[in-house]
C-alpha cells in the first residue's frame, strides 16, 4: 500500500475486508493500556499538563467497563454481505458491505470524518470545521425528517434563508426557503 495516503487506505479496507470487534475481554485490556499510558507521563502534553483528569477518567471508565459486551459483534450474526468484486490488476477483489453503518448513528460518525478537510487542523479550525460539519448534518437530518420535494435551494446559513425568505415575500409572496429547524415552542419540561 506505498504510495496511498490514509483515506485510501481506510477506503480499500473499508471495501475489501472483513472486520471484527476484539471480543470485551479484549477489549477491556487494550482501552485499560491506553488510559494506563495516557495516565502516565506519555500522557502529557508539551508543557506537562496531564491530558486526562486521573480521578475523572478512572470514574467514568469504571462505569463505561460494563457496557464492553454492548459494542461486540454478534457472534453468530454474519455482518458482512458481498455485493459485487473488483479487478485491480490480475487480482480479484470481493466487495463487502458492512451492516454497521446502517444506523443513523454510525452514518454520522462516518460523516464525521468528511467534516474536516486534509490530514491536519490546528485547535481552531478543526473545531469551526467541525460546527461546520454539525451544523450541515442537523440541516439535512432536520429537512430528511419532513415529508415533501427536496429543495431546489441549498443554504445553510440561518441569516441568509431568513434574507431570503423576508425578500421573496415582499417580492412573490412566498418563502423560497422551508426552514425545518424552528426552535419549538417553551414548556416546563
Known amino acids: 500500500m506505498v504510495g496511498l495516503t490514509n483515506t485510501e487506505v481506510s477506503m480499500l479496507l473499508a471495501l475489501?475486508?472483513?472486520r471484527r470487534t476484539r471480543g470485551a475481554v479484549?477489549?477491556?485490556r487494550?482501552?485499560?493500556?491506553?488510559?494506563?499510558?495516557?495516565?502516565?507521563e506519555k500522557g502529557h502534553d508539551t508543557?506537562?499538563?496531564p491530558l486526562l483528569d486521573h480521578k475523572c477518567i478512572q470514574s467514568i471508565w469504571a462505569e463505561q467497563?460494563?457496557?464492553?459486551?454492548c459494542i461486540q459483534d454478534p457472534p453468530v450474526v454474519s455482518l458482512y454481505t458481498q455485493t459485487g468484486q473488483l479487478t485491480k490488476g490480475d487480482v480479484?477483489?470481493?466487495?463487502?458491505?458492512?451492516?454497521?453503518?446502517?444506523?443513523?448513528?454510525?452514518?454520522?460518525?462516518l460523516h464525521l470524518n468528511r467534516f474536516i478537510p486534509g490530514d491536519s487542523a490546528n485547535a481552531l479550525h478543526f473545531q469551526a470545521f467541525l460546527l461546520d460539519g454539525l451544523v450541515r448534518w442537523n440541516e439535512n437530518r432536520?429537512?430528511?425528517?419532513?415529508?415533501g420535494p427536496a429543495q431546489p435551494l441549498l443554504c445553510y446559513s440561518g441569516h441568509l434563508q431568513h434574507s431570503l425568505n423576508q425578500l421573496s415575500q415582499r417580492v412573490l409572496g412566498q418563502s423560497l426557503v422551508k426552514d425545518h429547524t424552528k426552535p419549538g415552542e417553551y414548556s416546563d419540561e
Open 16 to 18: 475489501h475486508c472483513r
Open 26 to 28: 479484549e477489549t477491556e
Open 30 to 40: 487494550l482501552v485499560g493500556k491506553l488510559i494506563e499510558t495516557l495516565d502516565s
Open 47 to 49: 508543557l506537562g499538563i
Open 65 to 69: 467497563r460494563c457496557h464492553l459486551c
Open 92 to 109: 480479484k477483489m470481493p466487495v463487502f458491505r458492512c451492516a454497521h453503518s446502517l444506523t443513523s448513528l454510525e452514518s454520522f460518525h
Open 142 to 147: 432536520a429537512a430528511a425528517a419532513v415529508e
